[in-house]
């Protein structure tokens, strides 16, 4: 490799985030010089006192010791780096259309220290051309030097778009095993990225362009969403035909080529449920399916609530336990969660007494103000009604002795 490739020493990561930093830490950890740049000074103080604020197998322990061999440093203010990666959030305003404007404020923040030879790679999920607006933005600001849309290859800054694609709960491992697509604006940004990001990947650095690496990640989270919609709809579909759904689609998984995911009381977190609405803004006419999938996993939640309120007019003043707040199995993280919206919607709707137990986090958002956390055993002991929303592992050691009194619904499969 030509040492003009092998020149990144120092690295900064715009987004100190659930990607952001344990990819800085990795990193950081294979000897380059990371700094780690956040708007917020509390994530910042963290990180540099070696911990961490974020849930993830193993982070705490990669940050540790990255922060105390001086590899890895985070800080509110840019600084000068041979490439600069942003991993920042892309969500959605209103009626699903995608909101840039982390990305955009990324640019503003990187385009005052840019050099001569420097390389800009964006992680985040984006709608197709955000990493021609990228350049665009990064351009408008330094008329000094020239990018890939207009001095193609020799541009004095090089732009790529290189989507993160690891799992919640499995980063640290995913970030090295996964293949990484490098979809560049043109050959040298795409030889520059990869010569990066094979210090750390093991997988294969599989060369596109920048809209179709961005097409690529949409596509893979539309695939997982029109998937989980198809079992939700199934199971709506065995409720009302009096067929147990976890039986059915294991039956039809026994085909080879038959492999349905798995129902659940909607779809969660910040990926999943958003990327999607990223296909359809940029088609709506043509993106019907992935329409149609992101409208029955988001109806899913509302089932729930009809079912529960259904089952607890049964009783005077129902004892409800929620099983799960969390957006999905084993993590902390609250966002986008259809547990924690099903959970809010039963409290305003006042029925009966309502408890959570969510072994994951220490409290509950402020806003469900009232609302204790459970443990386990005092929710079972007292509840008339059992629902269980996420499959966290020490949920499923629940016998059936123990619920043999209650009414259950579990949306999740795990008490069959
Ligand atoms: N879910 C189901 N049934 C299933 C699988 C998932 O209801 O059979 C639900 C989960 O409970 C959760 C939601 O879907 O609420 C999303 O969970 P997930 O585990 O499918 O995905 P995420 O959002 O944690 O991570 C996804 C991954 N994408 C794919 O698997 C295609 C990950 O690889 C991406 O990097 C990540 O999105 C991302 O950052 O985009």
């Given at each position: 490799m030509s040492t003009e490739l092998n020149s990144i020493k120092r690295v900064a990561m715009v987004g100190l985030g659930y990607i952001g930093l344990p990819t800085a830490a990795l990193m950081a950890s294979r000897g380059l010089e990371v700094i780690g740049v956040d708007v917020n000074q509390i994530t910042v103080d963290t990180i540099n006192a070696g911990n961490v604020h974020i849930v993830e197998p193993d982070l705490d322990i990669v940050v540790r010791s990255t922060v105390t061999t001086g590899n890895l440093r985070a800080t509110t203010v840019m600084e000068k780096a041979d490439a600069f990666l942003v991993a920042v959030p892309t969500p959605f305003k209103e009626n699903h259309v995608p909101d840039l404007k982390y990305i955009e404020s990324a640019a503003r923040m990187i385009a005052p220290v840019l050099e001569k030879g420097n390389l800009v790679i964006l992680e985040s999920t984006s709608p197709v051309g955000t990493t021609e607006k990228l350049a665009a933005w990064l351009a408008e600001q330094r008329p000094d030097l020239s990018f890939p849309q207009s001095a193609g290859e020799n541009a004095d800054i090089q732009v790529a778009h290189c989507p993160e694609r690891v799992l919640p709960g499995y980063v640290l491992q995913e970030l090295v095993s996964n293949d990484r697509i490098i979809g560049g604006m043109g050959k040298k940004s795409i030889d520059k990225a990869t010569a990066l990001y094979k210090q750390f990947v093991k997988g294969d650095c599989i060369p596109t362009n920048a809209r179709t690496a961005e097409m690529a990640k949409l596509t893979e989270n539309a695939f997982r969403d029109t998937n989980i919609a198809f079992a939700n709809e199934l199971s709506l579909l065995c409720t009302k035909l009096d067929i147990d759904v976890w039986e059915l689609i294991a039956l039809a998984n026994r085909h080879p080529r038959v492999n349905i995911l798995q129902p659940g009381p909607g779809v969660g977190g910040h990926c999943i449920a958003v990327d999607p609405w990223f296909i359809v803004d940029s088609a709506p006419d043509l993106a019907r399916m992935v329409r149609t999938a992101r409208e029955v996993n988001d109806s899913k939640p509302h089932a729930v609530i009809n079912e529960v309120k259904e089952k607890a007019?049964?009783?005077?003043k129902p004892k409800i336990a929620c099983f799960g707040a969390a957006f999905?199995?084993?993590?902390?993280d609250l966002r986008e969660s259809p547990a924690l919206f099903i959970i809010t919607e039963l409290k305003k709707a006042g029925i009966g007494e309502l408890v959570v137990v969510e072994p994951n986090i220490e409290s509950l958002p402020d806003y469900l103000d009232g609302l204790a956390l459970s443990s386990v055993d005092d929710a079972l002991a007292s509840a008339d009604i059992v629902v269980g929303l996420v499959d966290h592992d020490p949920f499923k050691l629940i016998t059936a002795k123990e619920l043999s009194t209650k009414i259950v619904l579990d949306y999740r499969g795990m008490w069959r």
């Open positions: 007019t049964k009783f005077k999905k199995a084993n993590i902390d």
